[in-house]
């Protein structure tokens, strides 16, 4: 079974290694003003930030939708993002400490690299940023323009979702004392150019994939263990990298170079973070255009290719790729469509073999920035070496498409457009910097050439001081023999602007807003164990204790001890300072032998019948195994030591038969006690359920009856969404429910509960009667508030 725990996690921000994926986004680049004021802000928005399972979850329920639809984009799915990244500066400046990592840096680190950000004159000279890139053309990230301090990822699924988000962050920034330094939008190209760059190629195809997040195919991969490298089951040929490359701290490959990525220099609070790099990169549409064309010229005046080549075919080998994404290698005469639009399955060697660079030139983007197994200095170079090297990015366009058929000057040659670049990486140094430096930009990439291979044309082209812009053209002459034609790229992207940040894990950004990432070690680890904004699988009361409550998160069992002033504050949300306290830390889900083999709880239904009975409670228990839900029966004691036992194996959830209907129940979320139907008039119990679909959360309602041992179930109304519930506004998916002690009038008042969905939580009341008039009673909170340290 493959591990796929870090789709649960919570510490890694989400864009990482979920990502976004959103259509529209805008990078608020910010400075600030007042460091209490802005520690205070970070310490309001610190909630907000999206973690790694709430992105994942979010995408495999749009995936799902999309593949139930036939392809369309649901409408019923939408979410907001945000993800927060600080430069160096920012860091000083939340700190107060101006040294801040300078003694743990060493030469040619990435800890260095961070420090002196991409416009120290340098690393911007090597990087290419020379000449019209040069830092003093940038409009962020340079000298004379204003420090930023912090990057504010704001990502949605619509315009108008962007725009509101937007709206408020830009207010709570200013109550803050923070400005606004640039604002940089990005969003998906429109209409047929939906998912491609300005230039027309689709974009965002060669992604690697991280182990444990990404399911491996169990029959592919390389090497040994305990450094095998599996390949990916969704995109085939897709290697899948250990976490450590992208986020610092994690399992790096055993090529990766452990002193440029400060291994054993790093700071504690840098981990399960990421080296985050911006760049905006100008596009010349039209100029790069005109040279595809003067160079195919150039070409067929030498007679180095037929005179009917068209400019596709020449373009597509700049590139690496058709404009549909198809691979040249695997398709050289013409595109392979769509469905070879994600093609990753080839490596130059054996499909077919082209050390040579005769079909994808050894200067093509796709060659210069992954050259896979195809890469030959001497003899192949094995892909661990490229492991090594890799990049997450996250980019998007900006600007409106080139048309100069348009009367839009925004689609004219002189409007801004061009790509917002954004890549996560654990090493500044040997990756983001390796692939721009090394093999970009460097035309002796691949090495050991009789004509020097050039720099990357599409990106790079000529730059002063680093290369001269011309490639080798390998082809064949006329009669059939090898023949070498030089050809000459001017630059026709431009960088604009660039930052290194830092994007720091969710409880170091709890950390910054105190002020403090150093000499609190112990508290910090307690905090990463107790008092985070971690979601709650289930709550389960003790048996006959009021005020204590088992906590399940995450494969862990805590028991929190309420009181009146608690119990009160967790439902009115006066203050935060006597809430839930943790009373005890009982241990993984499988120190329960009850649990045994359960990783993942989903919810906990009890037995309703079956409460007390010889001194022991019976509960459901609902938890997924491979992606597939299963439910258990089990018996926990009602004395302490409260011992839980196994009594009924797991069995599959479609044997509930009121998990029928329009929509199958297959992943059940959470269960809520219809409340004047405890009983009903026939003796049976109902319940609303809600689950999981393709199109998101659902909810049904179910009657389970008694019938000697038998727990008879029927399906009392099919789904609805959730937007019927006027309590749930804003919430795509509920965890878990909570009765709120003292608040559930059996006599027909109203019954008060506790919605925990993701990191947050609030309280909600149900009434009495037909059509069971529901209200939100408090807002949002954050679920560390169930978790204090006493």
Known sequence: MADLSLRQDTEIQGDIIAGFKKDHMTLLLLQFSDAPAARNWLEKITPEIATTKAVAQFNEDYSQARQASGGDDPTALRATWLGLSFTYQGLQFLTGQPDLLKDRAGTGDTLQAFIQGPADPGRSMVLGDTDDNDPKHWVFGCADKPTVHAVLTVASDTANGLAGALEEQKAAASQAGAVVVYEQKG??????????????????????????????DPTRFTGEEPDRVFYSKKHPGTRILPAGEFVIGRKLT????????????????????????????????????????????????LKAVPQDT??????????????????????????????????????YLGDPEDPDGLITPLFSHLRKTNPRAGLVAGTPVDESFIDARRIIRRGAPYGQPFDPTSGDELNGPDAERGLLFVCYQSDLVAQFEFIQVNWINDPDFPPGRKAEPGPDPLVSGQLATVNDGRVSWEGESPAGERQTTALDFRPFVHTRGALYCFTPSISTLRRLARGRLTGELEEETWHQVVAQDRPVDCVLPLPGTEGRYWTFQQGT??????????????????VDDSTGV????????????????????????????????????????????????FYRYVTIGVAEPHPSQLVADDQPVSRWRSFAGSTPVTHVDAFLPVPDQQPAGDGSFWYWVFHHTPVGQRYRLISIGRSGNAHPDRLQRDDRQLSQWRSLENVTRVDAFLSVPGKGDPTGGPHWYWVFHQDKYRVIMVNHGGNHQDDLLAEDRPTAVWSRRP
């Open 310 to 347: 068209g400019r596709d075919w020449f373009a597509a080998r700049l590139v690496g790729r058709w404009r549909d994404g198809s691979p040249v290698c695997k398709h050289p005469d013409r595109p392979g469509g769509a469905a070879a639009g994600s093609d990753n399955d080839f490596k």
């Open 582 to 629: 943790v009373v005890k830390e009982v241990g993984p889900y499988s120190s329960w032998p009850a649990l045994k083999g359960v990783t993942q709880i989903d919810t906990v239904l009890p037995v309703f019948d079956e409460q007390g009975t010889n001194g022991k409670n019976a509960y459901w228990v609902f938890h997924t195994v491979d992606g597939q839900q």
């Open 187 to 216: 969003a998906a190209l429109p209409g047929e150019k939906k998912g491609k760059e300005h230039f027309g190629f689709k974009d965002g195809v060669s992604e690697p994939e991280v182990e444990g997040f990404d399911e491996p």
């Open 254 to 301: 055993p090529a990766h170079n452990r002193g440029t990525a400060a291994v054993d220099t790093i700071p504690d609070w840098m981990r399960d973070g990421s080296f985050q790099v911006v760049r905006r990169l100008e596009q010349d549409v039209a100029g790069w255009w005109a040279q595809v064309d003067a160079q195919l010229r150039r070409l067929k005046d």
């Open 557 to 574: 069992i805590r028991l929190i001890g309420t009181g009146a002033t608690e119990i009160r504050r967790l439902t009115t949300g006066t």
